[in-house]
Nanobody, 117 residues
Framework: QVQLVESGGGLVQPGGSLRISCVAS????????MAWYRQAPGKQREMVAV?????????ADSVKGRFTISISRDNNKKTVSLQMNSLKPEDTAVYYC?????????WGQGTQVTVSA
């Protein structure tokens, strides 16, 4: 079992920056993938950024050059962070942390990010 605890999120003006984080703890294998998804009202959940345990990353086209995903390690806890710069109103959504290892997947509870003047 893996537990995910998200933090960060909130209200920010267009053009501003925000950082959200998610701590994974529990039974974590050597190889895993952590990612951020988001879901705006009335839209499907979409992948925003993904990072593997080998530090390979990928981003949705809509956030490339503005968002940066990273994973830090502290004993058996893994923290995935998403640094979001140059935020736009269309980035407004609930952001969900996703953890995958082998055939197991876990989701965080979600954190609201609102970009508005």
């Amino acid at each position: 079992q893996v537990q995910l605890v998200e933090s960060g999120g909130g209200l920010v003006q267009p053009g501003g920056s925000l950082r959200i984080s998610c701590v994974a703890s529990g039974s974590i294998f050597t190889r895993y993938t952590m990612a951020w998804y988001r879901q705006a009202p009335g839209k499907q959940r979409e992948m925003v950024a993904v990072c593997t345990s080998g530090a390979l990353t990928d981003y949705a086209d809509s956030v490339k050059g503005r968002f940066t995903i990273s994973i830090s390690r502290d004993n058996n806890k893994k923290t995935v962070s998403l640094q979001m710069n140059s935020l736009k109103p269309e980035d407004t959504a609930v952001y969900y942390c996703h953890f995958k290892e082998s055939v197991y997947t876990y989701w965080g509870q979600g954190t609201q990010v609102t970009v508005s003047a």
